[in-house]
């Protein structure tokens, strides 16, 4: 008996003159006084569930059938016949059930067939998948991932794979996790009385990256169009809808590239994820227009059809300083611009994304190109409504005296990045490249608020559930 799933069968590609197997787990169960039980079946293969009738005929319909509750998994054999009912195109004749496995108590099983709050789904973090929203969410994590991955190919860019343990800090920010295998109530001592790091597992202070991009920088060196996507950790003590400890982060790195072209295919990827969305999730971008985020197609289409809006960020500054609007953190040229200032400027000003550019050198990291003017450097953000910064970037120095200079200035040691400093040394090109962060992404594509709900195990400060 030939298997198929949820999607396989509503999408007619079931046969019509034989019997088939579908399985999965109930969403509801409803009977009706003919005798006849009514099951909807989700796998999560796509958003849709199917409707099972099964007759009160069946040997297991009294010991089996009518114990079935939301959760309870089982596969059925039947016709699959065009459905009487309006919303759905087929449904199953059931000749027979097979239960798998049935919920112990149904009534305290977390996973109700009704609206729950994400915190407490949070708190559920092993069952949450089963919901509506979080299989929505996943499938268009999947989309929007492997959508990232076409676009690159497409483009002929490679994907290389940087490590997770590194033993530097690309953002120099400070926010590194520390791994070590040192028992640390029991340390070796150096002569100041610190762990003695030389005698860990790899011999010296090791940590999870912050971002792949100084590594994958080598790659652009010789393969000239090549991108991460991976994993990534920020030791940052920060409880915000936006910010999560662990989380993904796609940074392509292109040889021969500058600021502007950076900037140019930052935006064509994400018109070209918010298009393969749109193409390949609509049933899942239905719900989260409807129950999750009025207007958020319209959002994307928006998006996809005008070009983006650029600006450098002393224009910005401007602009925050003459707006009228009250800040809680006030803006002058050299600050970093916080979430309240991003937020306005893709919200109230521009009413779309905004491209800021050409940042002060002084609140950004070491690596970013030194611009004509000695104060500014070739860095871009790409802020989105509702969310703020979801991309980083910026043209690289590649020439070795300035960027030498600026480690100085930054008090950085030269040693430790004399492998960065030699592709200034051999061979060395202009460059370009940014950071999107998977989740920000996911959340605006989305319209799901935030980022902790959509990656499957978020990690936050205090927050390391399994
Ligand atoms: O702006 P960031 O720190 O840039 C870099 O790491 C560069 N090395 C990227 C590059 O040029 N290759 O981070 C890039 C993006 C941010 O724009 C944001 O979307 C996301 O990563 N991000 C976070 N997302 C979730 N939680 C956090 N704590 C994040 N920190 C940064
Ligand atoms: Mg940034």
């Not at 299989?135 to 999947?142: D, E, F, I, K, S």
């Not at 990256?209 to 991976?230: D, H, I, P, R, W």
């Not at 207007?295 to 600006?311: D, Q, S, W, Y």
Request: charged residues 25%; glycine residues 8%.
């Amino acid at each position: 008996m030939a298997t198929f799933s949820v999607k396989e069968v509503l999408n007619g590609k079931a046969p019509s003159d034989t019997s088939v197997t579908v399985q999965g787990w109930v969403r509801t169960r409803r009977d009706s006084k003919a005798g006849v039980s009514f099951l909807a079946l989700t796998d999560g293969s796509c958003f849709g569930t199917l409707q099972i009738v099964v007759p009160n005929t069946l040997g297991n319909y009294e010991s089996e059938i009518l114990h079935l509750t939301a959760g309870a998994s089982f596969s059925a054999t039947g016709m699959v016949v065009p459905s009487q009912g309006g919303g759905q195109s087929f449904e199953m004749q059931a000749e027979s059930v097979q239960v798998f496995g049935l919920v112990e108590d149904p009534d305290t099983y977390p996973i109700q067939p009704k609206p729950h709050s994400m915190e407490f789904l949070r708190e559920n973090a092993h069952l949450r998948a089963r919901t509506n929203i979080m299989g929505a969410v996943a499938r268009t994590r999947h989309s929007i991932a492997q959508a990232i991955h076409r676009f690159f190919h497409e483009q002929d860019f490679y994907w290389v794979n940087t490590p997770i343990l590194t033993a530097s800090d690309c953002e120099g920010a400070g926010e590194m996790f520390r791994v070590s295998t040192l028992d640390m109530m029991n340390f070796p001592k150096t002569p100041e009385g610190k762990p003695d790091f030389s005698k860990d597992f790899f011999g010296k202070e090791t940590f999870l990256t912050v971002s792949g991009q100084l590594n994958v920088e080598t790659y652009c060196m010789a393969l000239s169009k090549v991108y991460t996507f991976g994993p990534t950790f920020r030791a940052e003590n920060s409880n915000t809808s936006r910010h999560l400890a662990e989380f993904w982060m796609i940074e392509p790195e292109v040889a021969f590239a500058d600021l502007k072209q950076n900037a140019d295919l930052a935006e064509a990827m994400l018109k070209y994820v918010f298009t393969a969305v749109l193409n390949e999730r609509g049933d899942d971008m239905a719900f989260f227009e409807e129950r999750v985020e009025k207007g958020v197609i319209a959002k994307l289409e928006n998006m996809i059809a005008k070009p983006f809006v650029r600006m450098d960020y002393t224009e910005a500054v401007n602009i925050l300083q003459n707006c009228g609007q009250k800040f809680e953190y006030p803006v002058a040229w050299g600050t970093d611009l916080q979430s309240e200032h991003e937020r306005y400027l893709a919200e109230k000003h521009v009413g779309g994304p905004v491209v800021l550019q050409n940042y002060p050198k002084d609140i950004k990291s070491f690596y970013m190109r030194m611009n004509d003017d000695g104060k500014t450097v070739a860095a871009m953000d790409i802020l989105a409504p509702g969310i703020g910064e979801i991309i980083g970037g910026s043209q690289r120095e590649e020439r070795l005296d300035v960027l030498d200079a600026r480690m100085e200035e930054v008090g950085l040691a030269k040693e430790p990045y004399y492998w960065y400093r030699d592709l200034r040394r051999y061979g060395t090109v202009p460059h370009a490249g940014f950071g999107l962060g998977f989740e920000r992404a996911v959340s605006y594509i989305t319209g799901v608020g935030n980022v902790r709900d959509v990656i499957p195990f978020p990690r936050t400060p205090g927050n390391v559930r399994f």
